[in-house]
């Protein structure tokens, strides 16, 4: 087997995105976080232009029949590793997978994780490979019953959820962490800002609990009401964001 950097370090960017009527939702958006991601980690992207990636994401779309549903896209840096040199040619491999659309239940609990992010390192920001932290974040709280947890940075802000991003409501004002403090630029938060009056902010975890509705988005949550936050009942909520993808392409 290659010794590669994608092998022994993870070293690779991936993107998940929703798929409806066969087509890749906020498909741009997902190419353009993909390009930047890739600049960052410094993962060679020559050999896959927009309108080629494009092309083999639908041929795997329609070679798996997938209506409705999800497809991962992953680049792998296969270049060998200074450290384990091999003989093997430096490229980028791209690696898709398909899925049927992730189960939400109605009543969605969310909690609080106990392990912070790092808003200064490298990776902040950045859908690499290394996720196994966000992995071990979000198995924690399904041990105590929860679907998806909150995560802070180093100062006790809100970043977002382990594998979502968190908008709250509170007197009619619609709020969402900044890129800052380690949030990830998720497509699906993208598309609610472009859309909706909504305040990037800096602020401690104490001011979700003090929030009227929450609300988390992702490729495979959609945009998701809490239910329960922290073992407290949340009232539902009409609020626009609700609809916002009901006709997006």
């Not at 680049?75 to 997978?97: A, C, G, Y």
């Not at 100062?155 to 709250?168: E, K, L, Q």
């Not at 329960?228 to 609809?243: A, C, N, T, V």
């Amino acid at each position: 087997m290659n010794p590669s950097a994608a092998l022994l370090y993870g070293k690779g960017i991936f993107t998940t995105i929703a798929i409806r009527d066969r087509q890749p939702l906020l498909w741009d958006k997902h190419w353009r976080r993909i390009y930047d991601n890739a600049k960052i980690v410094g993962i060679e992207l020559s050999a896959y232009s927009h309108r080629e990636t494009l092309d083999q994401l639908t041929k795997s779309l329609q070679n798996e029949g997938i209506v409705n549903g999800r497809a991962r896209l992953t680049f792998f840096d296969e270049s060998p590793s200074p450290i384990w040199p091999s003989d093997s040619p430096s490229k980028t491999s791209l690696h898709i997978i398909t899925g049927n659309l992730r189960p939400v239940p109605d009543g969605f609990r969310l909690t609080v994780s106990p392990y912070p992010v790092n808003s200064r390192s490298p990776l902040a920001g950045v859908k690499s490979c290394n996720y196994l932290e966000n992995l071990l974040a979000i198995e924690e709280a399904k041990t105590r019953g929860f679907q998806e947890a909150v995560r802070v940075n180093e100062h006790g802000f809100i970043t977002g959820g382990c594998m979502s991003n968190v908008f709250w409501l509170k007197d009619e004002v619609l709020y969402t962490p900044k890129l800052a403090t380690g949030c990830l630029p998720g497509t699906t938060r993208e598309f609610v800002l472009e859309n909706l009056e909504c305040r990037e902010s800096e602020v401690r975890i104490e001011e979700l609990s003090k929030a009227d509705a929450i609300f988390l988005t992702s490729a495979g949550l959609g945009i998701t009401q809490v239910a329960e936050y922290e073992g407290k009942p949340m009232q539902r909520s009409g609020h626009p964001i609700l609809k916002l993808l009901a006709t997006t392409i």
